[in-house]
């Protein structure tokens, strides 16, 4: 996913070695806190600006959602609408948080996106994820999302980028306990690629090291064509997108993500945007499924036709939920769509 406001040496010996303890933290009381969420997460991201906003919008307008996800935290600090959650007032931000958590909605903040690449650009990920934690902590949010895409890093396949994102992982769930706040990523699908396409493993070996410290995946499947226009078609139809996908990212259909890549299927919610994307991989670049078809290069399906799917994956035993980038494209309206034959609001 794309900032609005940007313009823009480890091996895999090392997977499991003990990660340095974070820095001592500013005093925040954890007492009683309760934000575990169950199955399904029915997951909005919003970056945009909104005419006259003033802070998130009404759950009203949001109703049939239950996570929002203010973008982004970046490396060098908030921005967007991550930047604006800090200009409200201390009374402003409770209030509004005190409107979500009756209306049963997480408030959750985004780090990274896509013009943000802190494993290529040298950051530490433990002294980062101790910054970002303690911005969770310091602005009453329910958790952090990590909307890592420094394809570079990854590309390289030397195995640094697994060994951050496992370190990153784990520094923030050492300060961030399970079940009073959520941990959640948001892969491209192919980075789940068996075999060659990622002989140092990608986000398999992420999560085969740090699953235990990740609530849920906001799997990213659209945007996967390349520069050839190969999967231009990836995960456009209930078929590719649950089943089984194409030659050009294979394994990587949602049921496939259990069967091979090990995900439990309780943790893989459908992933859906609205951004104009570039080329994936190689050039092949990626982020989520578009609410609307002008915001995605390919991989669009539309909401009556994305309900079918839902509803065959709940048949198949998957309960997980759905993501969308981003509001306002997406609002009440659209989840309705989404959510009628399976989960209806």
């Known amino acids: 996913m794309v900032s609005i406001t940007a313009t823009l040496l480890a091996c895999l010996t090392l997977l499991s070695s003990v990660l340095s303890a974070p820095v001592e933290l500013r005093s ?31 759950p009203s307008t949001i109703y049939g959602f239950n996570v929002f996800i203010l973008s982004f935290l970046l490396s060098t600090g908030p921005a967007d609408q991550v930047l604006e959650w800090t200009y409200l007032s201390n009374d402003t931000r409770a209030s509004i948080k005190s409107e979500y958590e009756a209306a049963g909605i997480k408030l959750m903040v985004s780090a990274f996106g896509a013009t943000d690449a802190p494993t290529t650009n040298g950051y ?7 910054t970002m934690a303690q911005f969770v902590l310091d602005y009453n949010l329910d958790g952090i999302d990590i909307d890592w895409e ?36 948001a892969p491209v699908a192919p980075w789940f690629t068996p075999g060659d396409y990622y002989p140092t493993g990608a986000y398999t070996i992420v999560n085969e090291n740090a699953g235990y410290a990740i609530d849920w995946y906001n799997i990213q499947f659209y945007n996967q064509a390349s520069p050839q226009n190969d999967g231009a ?9 649950l089943y089984e996908s194409s030659t050009t990212w294979p394994y990587t259909a949602l049921f496939q993500l259990n069967s091979v890549a090990g995900v439990p299927l309780e943790k893989l919610v ?13 050039a092949k670049f990626s982020r989520k499924k578009p609410a609307e078809p002008s915001d995605a290069s390919n991989g669009w399906i539309d909401p009556a036709t994305l309900a079918t799917c839902v509803k065959e994956a709940v048949n198949g035993g998957w309960s997980a939920g759905v993501m969308t980038w981003e509001y306002p494209d997406a609002s009440a309206s659209w989840i309705a769509t989404v959510r009628a034959d399976s989960f209806p609001v």
């Open 28 to 58: 925040t009381s954890l007492e009683s806190r309760q934000t575990a969420q169950s199955a399904p997460h029915w997951v909005l991201y919003w970056d945009q600006w909104v005419n006259g906003e003033n802070g998130p919008p009404s």
């Open 124 to 130: 530490d990920p433990v002294s980062l994820a101790t």
């Open 150 to 185: 420094d394809f570079t890093a990854m590309n390289k396949q030397n195995g640094q980028a697994e060994y951050w994102l496992i370190s990153f992982t784990e520094t923030l769930r050492s300060i961030l306990p399970a079940g009073q706040y959520i941990i959640t990523h």
């Open 233 to 241: 078609t990836e995960y456009t139809n209930c078929s590719s997108l």
């Open 270 to 282: 459908i992933g859906v945007s609205d951004l104009q994307i570039e080329p994936f991989l190689a």
